[in-house]
């Protein structure tokens, strides 16, 4: 990889929290996910992924059954599209980075996709930013993909005309390169363990079906807490465009099956993993 200028890194905002703040614990902890997981065939062309993006102790073993899928396979870009949950950064927002660093190392922007996206939408270039939920992608492509370069787009409006506007303008700059474009989101945020389980149904029936008025009903309700629904409608959205006709669901549940903890009142946040593809 070309020298970058140590100003020009994006430095992590989570690693030793959310995820494991040293090279070979966070190399051994997403290798272990993985190798927790049997890649399935598919019948076509993988062209996206869901993945979660909560804390790795909770929601690690379920993006591992999306990126299990890369075993083997190899992109001259990868977009990651996430929602911001804190900062403020406007309908589409870019690092004006040129890396994301993680504790496996630096993670490369493609600035000629991003530029070419720019000319597409309106792009705000931010020079910090705390979002987690798109760096916590980045190790395990790191360890899935031998090399790669990113197009990371964080979206921060809630709408699905701007979910729609990001999906085909990312389609239309992807088109004749091989790349995948990844979804970052988890599913409902609710202090109730029976309604998680309820309302994620729901959401992944309807993503399964691959039926794009169906995931945005299923998305639209006022008080619809799954953080990266319009990541998902964008991904889903560029996805199409670029020839993917199914959908499988890979893996979902939530945080009350991971720990174990069930109680009436507890928090619980629901994660999926799934891929788009090509069919036969």
């Known amino acids: 990889m070309d020298k970058i200028d140590p100003k020009m890194v994006r430095r992590s905002v989570v690693a030793g929290s959310w995820y494991p703040g040293t090279e070979g614990q966070l190399r051994k902890t997403v290798e272990g996910y993985l190798d927790n997981v049997e890649k399935e065939e598919l019948d076509g062309e993988l062209v996206g992924l869901i993945s979660p993006h909560a804390g790795y ?10 990126y299990k899928q890369l075993a083997g396979a190899s992109y001259d870009a990868v977009a990651v599209i996430s929602p911001v949950h804190r900062m403020p950064l406007g309908r589409f927002a ?15 922007l493609d600035g000629e996709l ?8 309106q792009i705000n270039r931010v020079s910090r930013d705390d979002e987690h939920s798109l760096e916590i992608q ?13 197009l990371p787009v964080m979206i921060g409006e809630s709408s699905f ?21 990844v979804a970052s989101t988890d599913l409902h945020h609710i202090q109730n363990y029976d309604e998680v389980v309820r309302r994620d ?33 964008a991904m ?17 549940t939530n945080s009350g099956d991971v720990t174990g903890i069930r109680t009436p009142g507890q928090y619980t946040v629901g994660y999926l993993a799934a891929v788009v593809y090509k069919g036969q």
């Open 57 to 66: 102790i909770y929601s690690g073993q379920v993006a591992a059954y999306a």
């Open 94 to 108: 870019v690092t004006s980075a040129a890396a994301y660093e993680t504790p496996l190392g630096l993670v490369k």
């Open 114 to 121: 991003v530029g070419a996206l720019e000319e597409k939408v």
């Open 138 to 150: 980045l190790p395990f492509l790191q360890v899935a993909l031998a090399d790669f370069r990113l």
């Open 161 to 181: 005309e701007a979910g729609e506007k990001l999906g085909t303008a990312l389609a239309e700059v992807l088109r004749h390169k091989k790349a995948l474009v």
């Open 201 to 233: 149904k729901v959401v992944v029936d309807a993503i399964a079906s691959f039926d794009m008025a169906r995931i945005k009903e299923a998305l639209s309700p006022w008080d619809c807490s799954v953080c990266g629904r319009i990541p998902v409608y």
């Open 236 to 252: 889903l959205t560029a996805a199409r465009a670029l020839g993917a006709n199914k959908v499988r669901i890979l893996h979902h």
